[in-house]
């Protein structure tokens, strides 16, 4: 029997106008292997056991499976509802940081208005103050001329103290005598 029968992929590699196949009534599930039975070309089978289909070309073949346990289903259902729960908490968390970010990015763009409103005033005023000083520094270099002028006046008066004290010492000198 094992020699009269074929696999899906030998029938389909074949490409037998008489050898179809109806899908519809095969459920596989990961790992089985389903064997179809040969096909001979009247379209009768060549191994028992087969199903015919209202076409007399066509046999279907059905998958041994066990029973469906019924708290699987339940399994399933628990899963796909916790699964979806789950991932409606990652897209908020990651909506919650989108947002977070947006009010970070316009507090950080405020914050850099301020800055530069802060450092148009401070180039202002430097400004000012260039100005002012600019329009100071004539004035600057008359106290630089004064103060030169002050120091000259000083070195003549300790000069002068010092020929007046020599002074005093020869009269009192010359009156003792």
């Given at each position: ?7 899906l ?5 074949e ?10 009534d ?5 790992g ?5 039975p040969?096909?001979n ?6 191994a ?36 979806a729960v789950?991932?409606?908490?990652e897209l908020t ?27 148009i ?13 600019t329009?100071?520094?004539p ?16 070195q003549?008066?300790y000069?002068?103290d ?9 009269f ?6």
């Amino acid at each position: 029997m094992a020699s009269e029968e074929k696999t899906l992929a030998e029938v389909v590699a074949e490409g037998d106008a008489a050898a179809k196949i109806q899908t519809s009534d095969v459920l596989l599930s990961a790992g089985d292997a389903l064997r179809i039975p040969a096909v001979n070309a009247e379209g009768g089978s060549a191994a028992s056991g087969a199903r015919k289909s209202e076409d007399a070309g066509v046999e279907t073949a059905e998958e041994a499976t066990e029973p469906a346990d019924p708290d699987i289903d339940e399994l399933c259902k628990d899963m796909f509802s916790k699964m979806a729960v789950y991932l409606q908490g990652e897209l908020t968390a990651t909506c919650e940081d989108y947002k977070l970010l947006e009010n970070m990015n316009h507090l950080t763009s405020l914050k850099y208005k301020e800055m530069k409103e802060i450092s148009i005033n401070i180039s202002r005023n430097l400004k000012d103050l260039n100005s002012k000083y600019t329009n100071l520094l004539p004035y600057l270099e008359q106290i630089s001329q004064i103060e030169e002028q002050v120091s000259v006046l000083e070195q003549a008066a300790y000069k002068l103290d010092a020929y007046s004290k020599k002074l005093e010492a020869k009269f009192k000198k010359l009156e003792k005598r």
